[in-house]
């Protein structure tokens, strides 16, 4: 689910203030005349689901919204204050009145069942209503899509507005040079030249959420876009083949933090590929990023790659006609050697279909055959991971021998993106795994919920709205059996849900990519390199991205030059004998769930008769050193000793704690240096 970035959708959901079917929107908004339907009271659900199609949960759930939700099934049931559940099967468990006692949370004067308590309706009437889209114009009604978290539908500019309508979306995507635009979740608008090919087209029922600056349009759904194009539109722009000496290379990857190029970062609002080429003309690269950015440098971020050119889809502000990157995603261009000659061109434009926009692509072969000492870099996986692969080549007499190779993971593999924060499957904190228990004691249900909410935004985990939902507002003190094992079951099924953004993505995509012959990257290896980059030698004579705890009246951190294990300084936390505690340095970083890390540093310290300790924490395994190896007491002095914690990764990410502490008696320098964190497997 920008680096170190897990976008979270924290924006609140339009309410829709619906509370009977006849408070739907007016007929003329509708494709057909709303429809009424019959309460049928509380009915117990069971995990398999009694309504088991086109769940949602939102935070404007009512009735009336659940039923536009389930047009075309025959009942439909609310529950848990937020959730919808459709199908066409009576339900047969009736529970008595008063289980169903959430209130709705787009209505609190009614209710939406309740933990494993559906609130349960019969439509009276087929229902076959769906929001109809009003004429914008200069564009097209081409339907509603599903969209893609987090790389997206349409991968252009991005903007999200408390008075989000249709008109705003359409000029803010036209001003800008795209030809298509799509509007989500009530208040989200999205810019495109083309749709990403795994968006498919659904009911427009599902596109049912209205816009936040007019509740007479319909702004698409969670994940839903009502998308509109430019009748027959050709172009939305492309890359230039080559431009002041430089080739066009591919889309690349970037990080906010560890820039690709590093050299020059220049932006303006009129940004084109000839003022970029121009500033990074005495530089091998230079790239263009979020349609003003520009970037310069010699050499390439180890920790760059190559990235799908549907990724790099944002059209320069100061040329729409040109393609100009990405968030987080650069259009590189490499120096061509001077003596080459180059007259080939291509463009990536996006055309218009029937129902759905499509991307073509063209390429002009170069009239003369040539060759060109320019060398595209591309980071391989991890020479661990077997992969199988098959290779074409080809070639004709107007350009370039071409190979195309084509790798399979042997297994699904972590799909993840930069900044996306997750858990492996079965990875969540262990106060949350303690809810999948059937045994557990209806008395703890309350206190193990509480704690499992609690973990869920520790350890540098940000709160994830649609997890927290899924956490009742109040659980009695003593419940029943059925009613602990029914919230227990509820909020254990609602975070493992892919709805609640928890759990962290696996696929077996194959991934195919087109080289020049001889310039197929070697890959670059993964296993025992040190994450840190350095950062845990303090040679820059600052704590660099680790984090100083809030206690230096107990133990003091600086970095000294004074006994350096390597390099020219080290990091001393002097324990300072003041009424026992100590004090720690933390670090944040992403890391691939179920590979195994080695986290490592070494250690020299001045007065074993200290009472100090010395321990390493791994967040969220919530992982340490065991009591008797934190003690310093056997340590000798002034001789360099290691600590280090093996753990397999149950996350994306990874919070590293080093601590020094200690009881009253007498202080002690504790010198730190070489701090590592390597992936093992």
């Given at each position: 689910?920008?680096?170190?970035?897990?976008?979270?959708?924290?924006?609140?959901?339009?309410?829709?203030?619906?509370?009977?079917?006849?408070?739907?929107?007016?007929?003329?908004?509708l494709?057909?005349?709303?429809?009424?339907?019959?309460?049928?009271?509380?009915?117990?659900?069971?995990?398999?689901?009694?309504?088991?199609?086109?769940?949602?949960?939102?935070?404007?759930?009512?009735?009336?919204?659940?039923?536009?939700?389930?047009?075309?099934?025959d009942?439909?049931?609310?529950?848990?204050?937020?959730?919808?559940?459709?199908?066409?099967?009576?339900?047969?468990?009736?529970?008595?009145?008063?289980?169903?006692?959430?209130?709705?949370?787009?209505?609190?004067?009614?209710?939406?069942?309740?933990?494993?308590?559906?609130?349960?309706?019969?439509?009276?009437?087929?229902?076959?209503?769906?929001?109809?889209?009003?004429?914008?114009?200069?564009?097209?009604?081409?339907?509603?899509?599903?969209?893609?978290?987090?790389?997206?539908?349409?991968?252009?500019?991005?903007?999200?507005?408390?008075?989000?309508?249709?008109?705003?979306?359409?000029?803010?995507?036209?001003?800008?040079?795209?030809?298509?635009?799509?509007?989500?979740?009530?208040?989200?608008?999205?810019?495109?030249?083309?749709?990403?090919?795994?968006?498919?087209?659904?009911?427009?029922?599902?596109?049912?959420m209205?816009?936040?600056?007019?509740?007479?349009?319909?702004?698409?759904?969670?994940?839903r876009?009502?998308?509109?194009?430019?009748?027959?539109?050709?172009?939305?722009?492309?890359?230039?083949?080559?431009?002041?000496?430089?080739?066009?290379?591919?889309?690349?990857?970037?990080?906010?933090?560890?820039?690709?190029?590093?050299?020059?970062?220049?932006?303006t609002?009129?940004m084109?590929?000839?003022?970029?080429?121009?500033?990074?003309?005495?530089?091998?690269?230079?790239?263009?990023?979020?349609?003003?950015?520009?970037?310069?440098?010699?050499?390439?971020?180890?920790r760059?790659?190559?990235?799908?050119?549907?990724?790099?889809?944002?059209?320069?502000?100061?040329?729409?006609?040109?393609?100009?990157?990405?968030?987080?995603?650069?259009?590189?261009?490499?120096?061509?050697?001077?003596?080459?000659?180059?007259?080939?061109?291509?463009?990536?434009?996006?055309?218009?279909?029937?129902?759905?926009?499509?991307?073509?692509?063209?390429?002009?072969?170069?009239?003369?055959?040539?060759?060109?000492?320019?060398?595209?870099?591309?980071?391989?996986?991890?020479?661990?991971?077997?992969?199988?692969?098959?290779?074409?080549?080809?070639?004709?007499?107007?350009?370039?021998?071409?190979?195309?190779?084509?790798?399979?993971?042997?297994?699904?593999t972590?799909?993840?993106?930069?900044?996306?924060?997750?858990?492996?499957?079965?990875?969540?904190?262990?106060?949350?795994?303690?809810?999948?228990?059937?045994?557990?004691?209806?008395?703890?249900?309350?206190?193990?919920?509480?704690?499992?909410?609690?973990?869920?935004?520790?350890?540098?985990?940000?709160?994830?709205?649609?997890?927290?939902?899924?956490?009742?507002?109040?659980?009695?003190?003593?419940?029943s059996s059925?009613?602990?094992?029914?919230?227990?079951?509820?909020?254990?099924?609602?975070?493992?849900?892919?709805?609640?953004?928890?759990?962290?993505?696996?696929?077996?995509?194959?991934?195919?990519?087109?080289?020049?012959?001889?310039?197929?990257?070697?890959?670059?290896?993964?296993l025992?390199?040190?994450?840190?980059?350095?950062?845990?030698?303090?040679?820059?004579?600052?704590?660099?991205?680790?984090?100083?705890?809030?206690?230096?009246?107990?133990?003091?951190?600086?970095?000294?030059?004074?006994?350096?294990?390597?390099?020219?300084?080290?990091?001393?936390?002097?324990?300072l004998?003041?009424?026992?505690?100590?004090?720690?340095?933390?670090?944040?970083?992403?890391?691939?769930?179920?590979?195994?890390?080695?986290?490592?540093?070494?250690?020299?310290?001045?007065?074993?008769?200290?009472?100090?300790?010395?321990?390493?924490?791994v967040?969220?395994?919530?992982?340490?050193?065991?009591?008797?190896?934190?003690?310093?007491?056997?340590?000798?002095?002034?001789?360099?000793?290691?600590?280090?914690i093996?753990?397999?990764?149950?996350?994306?990410?990874?919070?590293?704690?080093?601590?020094?502490?200690?009881n009253?008696?007498?202080?002690?320098?504790?010198?730190?240096?070489?701090?590592?964190?390597?992936?093992?497997?």
């Amino acid at each position: 689910m920008g680096s170190f970035l897990f976008k979270l959708r924290c924006l609140p959901l339009a309410a829709l203030f619906l509370t009977t079917a006849s408070a739907l929107p007016a007929e003329n908004n509708l494709r057909t005349r709303a429809t009424s339907f019959t309460s049928l009271g509380c009915f117990i659900d069971s995990p398999s689901r009694i309504l088991p199609n086109k769940v949602i949960s939102t935070h404007d759930m009512t009735a009336a919204r659940c039923a536009l939700n389930c047009a075309g099934y025959d009942y439909f049931g609310t529950q848990y204050s937020s959730e919808c559940f459709c199908g066409s099967d009576t339900p047969t468990d009736p529970a008595p009145a008063g289980d169903c006692n959430m209130a709705c949370s787009g209505n609190p004067d009614e209710q939406c069942g309740a933990g494993m308590r559906l609130n349960v309706y019969k439509f009276d009437t087929a229902p076959t209503t769906a929001p109809m889209a009003p004429p914008i114009s200069g564009f097209e009604f081409k339907g509603c899509y599903t969209d893609n978290f987090p790389e997206r539908a349409l991968a252009g500019k991005t903007v999200a507005t408390d008075d989000m309508t249709l008109e705003k979306c359409a000029n803010i995507c036209q001003v800008a040079g795209y030809p298509a635009f799509g509007v989500e979740y009530a208040s989200e608008c999205f810019c495109g030249t083309s749709l990403d090919t795994r968006s498919t087209k659904v009911p427009e029922v599902e596109c049912s959420m209205t816009c936040k600056g007019d509740g007479t349009q319909y702004c698409g759904g969670p994940n839903r876009l009502n998308v509109y194009q430019v009748p027959s539109s050709v172009g939305g722009g492309s890359n230039v083949e080559t431009v002041g000496g430089f080739r066009y290379a591919s889309c690349w990857t970037d990080d906010v933090n560890d820039r690709a190029l590093k050299a020059v970062d220049w932006r303006t609002d009129d940004m084109t590929v000839e003022k970029c080429a121009d500033r990074c003309m005495g530089y091998s690269y230079f790239g263009l990023e979020y349609s003003r950015e520009c970037f310069c440098g010699n050499e390439l971020a180890h920790r760059s790659t190559s990235a799908p050119e549907k990724e790099c889809a944002m059209l320069c502000m100061g040329n729409p006609s040109q393609l100009c990157g990405g968030g987080s995603r650069l259009n590189l261009y490499t120096r061509v050697a001077a003596s080459t000659s180059v007259s080939s061109s291509s463009s990536t434009t996006a055309t218009a279909s029937s129902d759905i926009i499509t991307s073509s692509s063209t390429a002009a072969p170069s009239s003369t055959s040539s060759t060109t000492s320019s060398t595209v870099v591309s980071i391989s996986p991890s020479t661990s991971s077997s992969t199988t692969s098959s290779t074409s080549t080809s070639s004709t007499s107007q350009g370039p021998e071409l190979t195309t190779i084509t790798s399979c993971p042997p297994e699904p593999t972590y799909d993840g993106h930069t900044g996306e924060r997750c858990y492996r499957p079965g990875g969540l904190p262990a106060a949350c795994r303690t809810l999948a228990s059937s045994t557990l004691n209806s008395r703890s249900v309350g206190s193990s919920a509480t704690a499992c909410k609690a973990a869920l935004t520790r350890y540098g985990m940000t709160p994830v709205p649609a997890a927290s939902a899924c956490f009742p507002t109040s659980i009695p003190v003593v419940p029943s059996s059925a009613v602990a094992a029914s919230i227990r079951s509820s909020i254990h099924d609602c975070i493992n849900a892919p709805t609640a953004s928890l759990i962290c993505n696996y696929n077996a995509d194959c991934q195919t990519k087109t080289y020049t012959v001889g310039q197929v990257p070697s890959p670059t290896p993964s296993l025992g390199v040190d994450l840190l980059g350095g950062d845990g030698t303090f040679e820059s004579g600052t704590l660099g991205d680790w984090v100083l705890g809030a206690s230096p009246h107990l133990t003091s951190t600086t970095v000294t030059t004074v006994n350096p294990r390597s390099g020219s300084r080290s990091l001393l936390m002097r324990y300072l004998n003041v009424n026992g505690g100590g004090n720690s340095i933390t670090y944040n970083m992403f890391i691939i769930p179920g590979r195994q890390y080695e986290f490592n540093l070494y250690y020299r310290h001045t007065n074993p008769a200290a009472a100090t300790s010395l321990y390493l924490y791994v967040y969220p395994d919530i992982l340490q050193t065991d009591f008797s190896t934190a003690q310093l007491h056997d340590a000798p002095a002034n001789v360099w000793g290691t600590r280090t914690i093996t753990f397999t990764a149950v996350a994306s990410w990874a919070q590293l704690v080093v601590n020094v502490g200690g009881n009253t008696g007498q202080p002690n320098d504790v010198y730190i240096d070489d701090i590592t964190l390597k992936r093992l497997t």
